[in-house]
Nanobody
Framework: QVQLVESGGGLVQPGGSLTLSCAVS????????MSWVRQAPGKGLEWVSS????????RYADSVKGRFTISRDNAKNTLYLKMNNLKPEDTAMYYC??????????RGQGTQVTVSS
């Protein structure tokens, strides 16, 4: 069973930066495609960014393009999301998610990001 544990969230002022991490266990990390999704208060899930199993195929939602950077370290079984120039509208619970070639999907418990002055 894949387990995903996010960390790195917190309260940050507009224009600030945060780096989220997602530690993965229970499966061969290098065989998983990974994503970040978020859910703002009172809204549905929003896809943020994706990366394939070997670090390629990177994509971003238009709302974060140019400000967020997804990366992964397969030796450390860890996914990252570097977030720069944060805006109040980035306030949300951020989740990492994994998918394998069989179509199995897992999501972590999330880490809260709050952007406020």
């Amino acid at each position: 069973q894949v387990q995903l544990v996010e960390s790195g969230g917190g309260l940050v002022q507009p224009g600030g930066s945060l780096t989220l991490s997602c530690a993965v266990s229970g499966f061969t990390f290098s065989r998983l495609a990974m994503s970040w999704v978020r859910q703002a208060p009172g809204k549905g899930l929003e896809w943020v960014s994706s990366i394939n199993n070997n670090g390629g195929g990177i994509r971003y939602a238009d709302s974060v393009k140019g400000r967020f950077t997804i990366s992964r370290d397969n030796a450390k079984n860890t996914l990252y999301l570097k977030m720069n120039n944060l805006k109040p509208e980035d306030t949300a619970m951020y989740y990492c998610a994994s998918s394998d070639v069989s179509g199995n999907y897992h999501r972590g418990q999330g880490t809260q990001v709050t952007v406020s002055s």
